[in-house]
T-cell receptor
Framework: GAVVSQHPSWVICKSGTSVKIECRSL??????MFWYRQFPKQSLMLMAT?????????EQGVEKDKFLINHASLTLSTLTVTSAHPEDSSFYIC?????????????FGPGTRLTVL | AQKITQTQPGMFVQEKEAVTLDCTYD???????LFWYKQPSSGEMIFLIY??????QNATEGRYSLNFQKARKSANLVISASQLGDSAMYFC??????????????FGSGTRLSIRP
């Protein structure tokens, strides 16, 4: 099946620093990648959708200057949390889809747990 | 308005029994897709089953079946012969509109299923 990886799997940082999370599709070209945030005991909330080579589309209420998304290639998207604060601590999950793979499915990465001290 | 409603925050089931997880949805689109995902404590999202709005037969995947009641806008997940490894969070999700690789998936609030030995 299609595999999506995320790096790092967990990260702890100090308040005010920036953190970059990578999402890679390992065995397929991802036309679109999605970034979700999940707080403890809550559901996944879509943050943004990114298509390779174009600007990400952010969901309402998500600060685009704080959560920078880059989708520079068909296999890599990055999420940078700028000037992170404790309230940004969360589980961040990416997913990827491609018209060339199973037509209805998004493939999820294993997630990145961010803790901001 | 909430698009996906899961009314059971938590359920306990005896091992080997069947269990039904409820999901209702709201959409004005004629074309849509419904998903169920399993999220164990590790955090990974595991795709279980998919039902397209035009699919006439209920989807089945091994021990999982989706009870699709289109007129009632419900898409309940049935797990037959539950196992201890089925203990996890379960999310119902929906894609609105005709499929494209950029289609967003919206998640319900989830149901935590616990299997008793």
């Amino acid at each position: 099946g299609a595999v999506v990886s995320q790096h790092p799997s967990w990260v702890i940082c100090k308040s005010g620093t920036s953190v970059k999370i990578e999402c890679r599709s390992l065995d397929f070209q991802a036309t679109t990648m999605f970034w979700y945030r999940q707080f403890p005991k809550q559901s996944l909330m879509l943050m943004a959708t990114s298509n390779e080579g174009s600007k990400a589309t952010y969901e309402q209420g998500v600060e685009k200057d704080k959560f920078l998304i880059n989708h520079a290639s068909l296999t890599l998207s990055t999420l940078t949390v700028t000037s992170a604060h404790p309230e940004d601590s969360s589980f961040y999950i990416c997913s990827a889809s491609s018209a060339g793979v199973v037509v209805y499915e998004q493939f999820f990465g294993p997630g990145t747990r961010l803790t901001v001290l | 308005a909430q698009k996906i409603t899961q009314t059971q925050p938590g359920m306990f089931v005896q091992e080997k029994e069947a269990v039904t997880l409820d999901c209702t949805y709201d959409t004005s689109d004629q074309s849509y897709g419904l998903f169920w995902y399993k999220q164990p404590s590790s955090g990974e999202m595991i795709f279980l089953i998919y039902q397209g709005s035009y699919d006439e037969q209920n989807a089945t995947e091994g021990r999982y079946s989706l009870n699709f009641q289109k007129a009632r806008k419900s898409a309940n997940l049935v797990i037959s012969a539950s196992q201890l490894g089925d203990s996890a969070m379960y999310f119902c999700a929906m894609r609105e509109g005709r499929y494209s690789s950029a289609s967003k998936i919206i998640f319900g609030s989830g149901t935590r299923l616990s299997i008793r030995p």
